[in-house]
């Protein structure tokens, strides 16, 4: 259909963004006056595990269809009070659920996907001067059942409606500035980032930063969708997700980044070369047990060592797996290390330069920090240190690539 | 469409009922193994009350059809809930939504009527083996919009529902254990009624005692539904609400109700006979003031008294109107009694017994009490007394017309 609506900005408010009625207040402050827009929301803070501790209080293992219909609510009690707020303050307004907004999903209840929208309902509201505001995390499948869309799914609505419906903009407001150069908690001198491609934001979304929920950058970057991450309570431009060759100047690191819930697992000795070692690894997914960092340790007398990250809450799964294949394979040794961090160094920069792992094991040397595993992708390198050296090495780095000009080697 | 269950029946629990995680386990073992059901459930306890304290924390006036999509939700959870605790019992069940119901209303928001169900989707359910489990209290409006039905919505969704689904009976679990011949509360020995005709009830019901809505009422005695009215906590046959014709013996007096709520307005010596009366009426219902009993004490030298009376929460309102009246009138005195209480005697008898009304003024004469206004209808009595008093004649006429067998003259 046309595009009616050229000027059209969708913003999405997030759980703590309207977790009170001050904050809705203060939300519907923020909509007034800005022209056309969609508004997304969230479940106010704590509601959607409030209704998920009610169902788990019910059974243990609630049907899913049961549970979306549950949760579903949450966000219907967000757009209602947001709605009522601003038609109270004389802006036309009018809440949306996933069907109302015609947001269709597969059926996989807990975790759908959009399949399509049909914008022809929210563009006939934007038209008649109204703000629609559509419930996010949630649409309806082909039964006319509600689905969810699976944590950090208001992310992913509002993105797809801002593809939708053309919007020349999509503003995520949540309680952070923006995407920072590190976790300021352990770097206090960490930077808010103006701008980071969407390929840094996945690595950095899916490696911990919990600022944007990664398909939502997937659906940003697929669709060509202008997405910025700003704060609902600090006044600020935030952290604008543009494509790579919108960036001037392309930093060979944006942001570190680190997570300290993986385990590792080594096997030492396994007979067999590369024929053993897949055996392992197909078992493992087969179990659905996800499987993080790899690395191969050179080969002694056609014996292989290698060492793999799982989450921990797999690891015990990961271990009894890996032990039961040891056994028939007869390698000599499995050990099992949870006392580890995984730090990411991320930068679109080192498509182009290289060197970025030596620098990288310079600083650490200088540190005194051992590092056990590395991975590298085109725009990252990981590493695995000692739980105890975490927030060391992930400031030394931060001041080696983010804040001094260049490292001492 | 053709009836394909003919031994359906539809149960509705109220907010007590579904009130928490336990009771609403404790519904679920009340539905196992009860054959062919549709189920109806409100709000749990309080919800109602919480999300519409949100709203007015929001805006003193909230634009009603955003509280209507707010309020639906809170039978959404309850539906949820416990479809979730029949399918963890291995019992079939899938809750529905108002608009999933098809339940169609007009479009006005908070007191809705309801136009139609299309019961195709329900059926199927049933067919299926399913419970369904339908949110009580809203439908949906062509537009699409949730709508609610006003207080005691769910009783009218029940009975709905069993016409609709030509239900065999519709059974009203509450936290009561059926209909009492008066307030158990004043009168220890009050007796459940086992049965009471629907015009009964309907006195009943609108009289104060807050077991039925009346509209359900209606409903049931339109479309013919046998209702009966039970408590869910409390094992027993309840109070089955019948047409008059199916009553083998029709009590003089079934129940004895009353009400303090109620404001007395006397305007004495009001010139112009009933054109003067008339204006005072219109007025008062122009300005949508409700009148409840009225009386016309006779007229000397031309000039009329007149009392009636009011709900308290209008009684301001009221009295500013009847003043503004007098002066124009020239009307010589208004007086106003809060303190009064109202108490009726109902029973079907009433349309083949005279003598009522005199053994009630004996009752109460030898108890002592001045009744200070009449007023009577084909199936009921009703009589004004000072608001002190009301305990007393209610238990004095309940001896009188209820355990005794006939009134002493």
């Known amino acids: 259909m046309q595009n009616s609506t050229p000027v059209l900005i969708v913003k999405k408010f997030g759980g703590t963004s309207v977790g009170s009625i001050e904050r809705i207040k203060h939300v519907a402050s923020l909509l007034q006056g800005k022209g056309k827009l969609c508004v997304v929301v969230s479940a106010m803070a704590g509601e959607t595990d409030r209704l998920l501790k009610l169902a788990s209080s019910v059974t243990s293992d609630p049907e899913p269809r049961e549970v979306d219909a549950l949760l579903g609510t949450g966000e219907q009690v967000t757009a209602s009070l947001l709605a009522m707020e601003l038609i109270s303050r004389g802006v036309k307004a009018r809440s949306f659920d996933g069907s109302q907004a015609r947001i269709s999903t597969d059926g996989i209840h807990r975790h759908a996907k959009i399949t399509g929208i049909d914008t022809s309902e929210l563009l006939a509201s934007i038209d008649r001067g109204e703000i629609p505001i559509v419930t996010g995390f949630q649409g309806v499948d082909t039964k006319g059942d509600t689905t969810t869309l699976g944590r950090g799914g208001s992310d992913i609505s509002a993105v797809a409606l801002a593809a939708a419906l053309k919007a020349k903009e999509c503003h995520i407001y949540t309680d952070v500035e923006g995407v920072y150069s590190t976790d300021p908690r352990i770097v206090p001198n960490a930077r808010l980032l103006p701008r980071i491609s969407h390929e840094e934001m996945l690595e950095l979304a899916s490696l911990g930063a919990k600022v944007l929920h990664p398909r939502s950058v997937y659906f940003a970057m697929a669709y060509k969708v202008p997405l910025v991450v700003r704060s609902t309570f600090v006044e600020g431009e935030g952290t604008w997700i543009v494509p790579e060759e919108e960036l001037m100047e392309k930093p060979i690191v ?69 032990e039961d294949a040891c056994r028939e394979l007869k390698a000599s040794e499995v050990a099992v290390d949870t006392d580890i961090a995984k730090v990411s160094v991320v930068g679109v920069g080192m498509r182009y330069h290289t060197g970025v792992a030596a620098d990288l094991f310079t600083v650490l040397a200088r540190e005194g920090i051992e590092v056990s595993m590395i991975s590298t992708s085109e725009i990252k390198v990981s590493i695995l240190v000692p739980r105890k050296y975490c927030e060391l090495a992930v400031r030394a780095l931060h001041d080696a690539f983010l804040v001094e000009v260049s490292v001492e080697k």
Do not use: W
Not at 284 to 311: C, P, Y
């Open 254 to 322: 944006s942001g570190i980044t680190y997570r300290t819930d993986e385990t590792k697992i080594r096997i030492a000795k396994v007979p067999g070369g590369i024929e053993s070692i897949k055996r392992i690894f197909v078992t493992l997914a087969e179990r659905g047990i996800f499987v993080d960092m790899i690395s191969q340790t050179g080969s002694s007398e056609g014996k292989t060592s290698i060492s793999f990250t799982v989450l921990d809450e797999q690891g015990k799964d990961a271990l009894k797996i890996v």
